[in-house]
């Protein structure tokens, strides 16, 4: 874990280049730990969108019993003369335990109902023919053929979930199979929002001349929740130094991580930077990026500290590229922080050449045996909250560049830095 007892970084304003975006997440993570706090044992129920703390291991066999994978009949292939006809002695339903198959008979068995002893084979239904009790098969059957093993999907004993696992829909029904009813789980990561900017009314609120709607603070409380954060939100902090400096206070005494939106520039109203530096330690600030450069990390008591940039699509963009993998490795999350981007193809020219990286609202086009089209929004502005709302990714040009129609780019999928 990095000292944050000073910048990792020198201020660019001394004459260092501004930080890359490998860089800066590098950084970030290289400063945090999972938080420390007592797990939390809850039914699997209750458990969505937790974070498991222990390793699960399946108590039994998945399917615990030879199984039918088809309506049909089972029998024993070698019972099978030249005529390929056996009497039907059982009928065998999913659920029940059936006594053992009779030499030289054939049973009726129902897609999930136990092999009984002495049965090899299933045949599905539409290739047999019954008559007066009797089964006639119209091929010869693959022996084994339509049974699904005892442990077919999980053996007893085999890890299923490892810890650090997300548990989603898909887990949650992976525990129920094993039988599982609760679980130990990390507690939900303790995050303050502080939304700063003299200008923002609430929705709902008559909008007063020069004033705008705060989109910043219900966009991020969406996404910590979407992240099973436990959200604490004092509302607006108002547009002072000594306002801010008691905001971050409060939110340090309480939270393992405040995400401020605004006030991280250089502007007389801009007092995040200086209050995290009278309050705390600034570990970075300012990242060669398009949107997002006046990022700033750093830490206020055992707080960590992200100051996200106050225009919608900046702080949503460095949200999802720095925000996100934090708060993964905070929660204590198993996998990948930051997701390996897709490729695609860039559907049309890019003739602006940026000093900075750009990270592009996009969407993708799909066309047979082909990289998909990365079709850029018409409207790239840090302001422009539809292009986000249209958009299912961000595509990535390099700095100081002006690729062409059919380049190959970087592309992550909202989905996927949302996971």
Same mark, same amino acid.
């Given at each position: 874990?990095?000292?944050?007892?000073?910048?990792?970084?020198?201020?660019?304003?001394?004459?260092?280049?501004?930080?890359?975006?490998?860089?800066?997440?590098?950084?970030?993570?290289?400063?945090?730990?999972?938080?420390?706090?007592?797990?939390?044992?809850?039914?699997?129920?209750?458990?969505?969108?937790?974070?498991?703390?222990?390793?699960?291991?399946?108590?039994?066999?998945?399917?615990?019993?030879?199984?039918?994978?088809?309506?049909?009949?089972?029998?024993?292939?070698?019972?099978?003369?030249?005529?390929?006809?056996?009497?039907?002695?059982?009928?065998?339903?999913?659920?029940?335990?059936?006594?053992?198959?009779?030499?030289?008979?054939?049973?009726?068995?129902?897609?999930?109902?136990?092999?009984?002893?002495?049965?090899?084979?299933?045949?599905?239904?539409?290739?047999?023919?019954?008559?007066?009790?009797?089964?006639?098969?119209?091929?010869?059957?693959?022996?084994?053929?339509?049974?699904?093993?005892?442990?077919?999907?999980?053996?007893?004993?085999?890890?299923?979930?490892?810890?650090?696992?997300?548990?989603?829909?898909?887990?949650?029904?992976?525990?129920?199979?094993?039988?599982?009813?609760?679980?130990?789980?990390?507690?939900?990561?303790?995050?303050?929002?502080?939304?700063?900017?003299?200008?923002?009314?609430?929705? @709902?609120? !008559?909008?007063? +001349?020069?004033?705008? %709607?705060?989109?910043?603070?219900?966009? =991020?409380?969406? $996404? #910590? *929740?979407?992240?099973?954060?436990?959200?604490?939100?004092?509302?607006?902090?108002?547009?002072?130094?000594?306002?801010?400096?008691?905001?971050?206070?409060?939110?340090?005494?309480?939270?393992?991580?405040?995400?401020?939106?605004?006030?991280?520039?250089?502007?007389?109203?801009?007092?995040?930077?200086?209050?995290?530096?009278?309050?705390?330690?600034?570990?970075?600030?300012?990242?060669?990026?398009?949107?997002?450069?006046?990022?700033?990390?750093?830490?206020?008591?055992?707080?960590?500290?992200? @100051?996200? !940039?106050?225009? +919608?699509?900046?702080? %949503?963009?460095?949200?999802?590229?720095? =925000?996100?993998? $934090? #708060? *993964?490795?905070?929660?204590?999350?198993?996998?990948?922080?930051?997701?390996?981007?897709?490729?695609?193809?860039?559907?049309?020219?890019?003739?602006?050449?940026?000093?900075?990286?750009?990270?592009?609202?996009?969407?993708?086009?799909?066309?047979?045996?082909?990289?998909?089209?990365?079709?850029?929004?018409?409207?790239?502005?840090?302001?422009?909250?539809?292009?986000?709302?249209?958009?299912?990714?961000?595509?990535?040009?390099?700095?100081?560049?002006?690729?062409?129609?059919?380049?190959?780019?970087?592309?992550?999928?909202?989905?996927?830095?949302?996971?």
């Amino acid at each position: 874990m990095t000292d944050l007892t000073t910048d990792c970084y020198p201020s660019p304003t001394n004459g260092a280049p501004l930080l890359t975006v490998v860089e800066a997440r590098a950084a970030i993570l290289a400063a945090a730990d999972p938080v420390a706090r007592v797990t939390q044992r809850i039914v699997c129920a209750d458990s969505l969108g937790r974070v498991l703390a222990e390793s699960i291991r399946s108590p039994i066999d998945v399917p615990p019993h030879d199984n039918s994978a088809m309506d049909g009949y089972a029998l024993r292939a070698d019972d099978l003369g030249a005529d390929w006809r056996l009497p039907i002695a059982q009928r065998i339903a999913a659920g029940e335990s059936p006594p053992p198959l009779p030499p030289g008979t054939a049973a009726r068995i129902f897609t999930g109902a136990p092999i009984p002893d002495g049965a090899d084979t299933v045949v599905i239904q539409e290739e047999c023919e019954i008559a007066s009790g009797w089964l006639r098969l119209r091929r010869a059957p693959q022996r084994g053929g339509n049974i699904r093993p005892r442990g077919n999907d999980i053996a007893a004993g085999q890890e299923v979930l490892a810890a650090g696992t997300r548990l989603d829909p898909r887990h949650l029904g992976l525990l129920a199979s094993i039988g599982h009813r609760e679980v130990s789980v990390r507690p939900r990561l303790r995050v303050a929002l502080l939304t700063t900017g003299a200008e923002l009314t609430e929705p @709902g609120e !008559p909008l007063a +001349p020069g004033r705008i %709607y705060n989109s910043n603070r219900h966009l =991020l409380a969406a $996404l #910590l *929740r979407e992240q099973g954060c436990e959200l604490i939100d004092p509302g607006p902090v108002p547009d002072t130094l000594e306002a801010t400096q008691a905001a971050l206070r409060a939110a340090a005494a309480t939270a393992d991580l405040i995400v401020s939106t605004g006030g991280v520039s250089v502007g007389d109203e801009d007092h995040v930077k200086a209050a995290v530096a009278a309050c705390g330690q600034i570990a970075l600030w300012r990242v060669n990026m398009k949107p997002g450069k006046p990022l700033l990390y750093g830490r206020i008591q055992a707080a960590h500290l992200i @100051g996200l !940039p106050g225009n +919608p699509v900046s702080a %949503y963009v460095t949200a999802l590229l720095f =925000l996100l993998p $934090l #708060l *993964r490795r905070l929660q204590g999350r198993d996998g990948p922080l930051f997701p390996e981007p897709e490729s695609a193809r860039l559907a049309h020219d890019w003739p602006r050449a940026r000093p900075r990286r750009e990270f592009l609202r996009a969407r993708l086009v799909y066309e047979a045996g082909q990289l998909p089209w990365a079709e850029p929004a018409q409207r790239q502005g840090s302001d422009v909250l539809t292009g986000v709302a249209h958009a299912d990714g961000l595509l990535e040009l390099p700095p100081d560049a002006t690729p062409k129609r059919g380049t190959i780019v970087n592309y992550w999928s909202l989905a996927r830095l949302q996971a």
